[in-house]
C-alpha cells in the first residue's frame, strides 16, 4: 500500500463547477500537507500549504485537511479553463514530501 | 531570484550514452531534491542533498544513476549508460527545513533515450 492514495482521473468538468480533488494517507508522522498545481511541461507549483486540521481558503481554493481520518481536499469553486492542470497532493513528515500520483483535471468552456 | 533552473530542457540521446543533467537551487536553500517523473509511476525521489550532503539516495535506481553537489549552488545528475527506460521527466527542487514549508521546482529535463 502506497503512503498516499490519490485518484489519477482524470477528471472533465465545465466551467463554473465546483472541483473536489482527495488524498488519503497511512502515516500518521505526516504533519504538513500541501497541494501543488502543475501545468503541462512545467514543474509543479505550491498552491496550498496547512499544517493543522480543518479549513483554509484561498480565492477560489480551499484546503481542507481531516487528520483523523487521514484525508484531505482541495475544493475549487467557479472553475476556469485556465485550472486545467494535474494536481499532486504532498505530505512532510521530517525532510522530504511525499507525493499523490497525481489527478488531471481539465475544466472546459 | 530566478528560481530553480534547471539544464537542458530537452535531452535527446542514444543508448548507451552518458547523459548529464544540470540544477541550479535558489540562494540560501539548504535542501535540494532530484526526482523522476513519468505517467506510469508519478513522482519518485531519487536523492536528495542536505548542505551539499547527500543524506538519502534509496531511490537511486541503479549503480548507472549518480548524483553530486560539490557546492551550494550546483547539482549534477549522471546517467551512464542511458538506457530506453531512463526516459522520463527529470525535476530538481530545492527548499528550506527540508519539506516543512514546501518544495520550489525547476522546469525540469526532459530526456529521451533512444
Known amino acids: 500500500q502506497k503512503e498516499v492514495e490519490q485518484d489519477p482521473g482524470p477528471l472533465s468538468v465545465p466551467e463554473g463547477a465546483i472541483v473536489s480533488l482527495n488524498c488519503t494517507y497511512s502515516n500518521s508522522a505526516f504533519q504538513y500537507f500541501m497541494w501543488y498545481r502543475q501545468y503541462s511541461r512545467k514543474g509543479p507549483e505550491l498552491l496550498m500549504y496547512?499544517?493543522?486540521?480543518g479549513n483554509k481558503e484561498d480565492g477560489r481554493f480551499t484546503a481542507q485537511v481531516d487528520k483523523s481520518s487521514k484525508y484531505i481536499s482541495l475544493f475549487i469553486r467557479d472553475s476556469q479553463p485556465s485550472d486545467s492542470a494535474t494536481y499532486l497532493c504532498?505530505?512532510?513528515?521530517?525532510?522530504?514530501?511525499?507525493f499523490g500520483q497525481g489527478t488531471i483535471l481539465t475544466v472546459h468552456p | 531570484d530566478a528560481g530553480v533552473i534547471q539544464s537542458p530542457r530537452h535531452e535527446v540521446t542514444e543508448m548507451g550514452q552518458e547523459v548529464t543533467l544540470r540544477c541550479k537551487p535558489i540562494?540560501?536553500?539548504?535542501?535540494l531534491f532530484w526526482y523522476r517523473q513519468t505517467m506510469m509511476r508519478g513522482l519518485e525521489l531519487l536523492i536528495y542533498f542536505n548542505n551539499n550532503v547527500p543524506i538519502d539516495d534509496s531511490g537511486m535506481p541503479e549503480d548507472r544513476f549518480s548524483a553530486k553537489m560539490p557546492n551550494a549552488s550546483f547539482s549534477t545528475l549522471k546517467i551512464q549508460p542511458s538506457e530506453p527506460r531512463d526516459s522520463a521527466v527529470y525535476l530538481c527542487?530545492?527548499?528550506?527545513?527540508?519539506?516543512?514549508?514546501?518544495?520550489?521546482f525547476g522546469s525540469g529535463t526532459r530526456l529521451t533515450v533512444v
Open positions: 527542487a530545492s527548499s528550506l527545513a527540508g519539506g516543512i514549508y514546501g518544495y520550489t
Open positions: 496547512t499544517y493543522s486540521s
Open positions: 540562494s540560501g536553500h539548504d535542501y
Open positions: 504532498a505530505m512532510s513528515a521530517g525532510g522530504k514530501l511525499t
